[in-house]
């Protein structure tokens, strides 16, 4: 399964460390995009909810 996240606030490659590191550790698979703005994740059974909070967490927002 894969979903794309709309991400508003990761500027850097720093950005980009945290939020692959914290999706990584929930067992995902992380692709992102600063350019778009746009983290993709793959993974079985992927709850937006689970995602949303993960990145929300690190002070970026989710639309």
Do not use: P, Q, Y
Request: aromatic share 4%.
């Amino acid at each position: 399964m894969e979903k794309i996240f709309t991400v508003e606030g990761m500027h850097c490659s720093h950005c980009s460390s945290r939020v692959i590191k914290a999706l990584e550790e929930m067992g995902l698979g992380v692709e992102v995009s600063l350019e778009k703005g746009e983290v993709r994740v793959t993974g079985e059974n992927i709850k937006d909810s689970d995602v949303k909070n993960a990145i929300e967490d690190l002070g970026f927002i989710v639309k």
